[in-house]
């Protein structure tokens, strides 16, 4: 079992930065992709961005190419999103999750590919 904690989240200006952290535990924190997603009210969960074990791989979101950055660190165990020139419909309850079934090279943009979750943090844009 997996244990996986956001952070970071908060109200922000447009054009303003964030960075949002995931911590895990429980499990060996070992060949697992991971990854973030978003979710608006009212809209279907939406991908932004994972990344494989290593690192190595990495997918984006098109709304969001350029613009933030995933990144990880396995001796913390944690995942970061950074991200810069905010919208306002950047604003969503932001999701980490994570996967041991993809493959250390696989960095899935599939929400159905990943098997535990975090609760949520809330990021809000104001224009």
């Known amino acids: 079992q997996v244990q996986l904690v956001e952070s970071g989240g908060g109200l922000v200006q447009a054009g303003g930065s964030l960075r949002l952290s995931c911590a895990a535990s429980?499990?060996?924190?070992?060949?697992?992709?991971m990854g973030w997603f978003r979710q608006a009210p009212g809209k279907e969960r939406e991908f932004v961005t994972a990344?494989?074990?290593?690192?190595?791989?990495?997918n984006y979101g098109d709304s969001v190419k350029g613009r933030f950055t995933i990144s990880r660190d396995n001796a913390k165990k944690t995942l970061y999103l950074q991200m810069n020139s905010l919208k306002p419909e950047d604003t969503a309850v932001y999701y980490c999750?994570?996967?041991?079934?993809?493959?250390?090279?696989?960095?899935?943009?599939?929400?159905?590919?990943?098997?535990?979750w975090g609760q949520g943090t809330q990021v809000t844009v104001s224009s």
């Open positions: 429980g499990r060996t924190f070992s060949g697992n992709a």
């Open positions: 990344i494989s074990w290593s690192g190595g791989v990495t």
């Open positions: 999750a994570t996967t041991y079934s993809s493959g250390i090279y696989s960095a899935p943009v599939r929400s159905d590919a990943y098997d535990y």
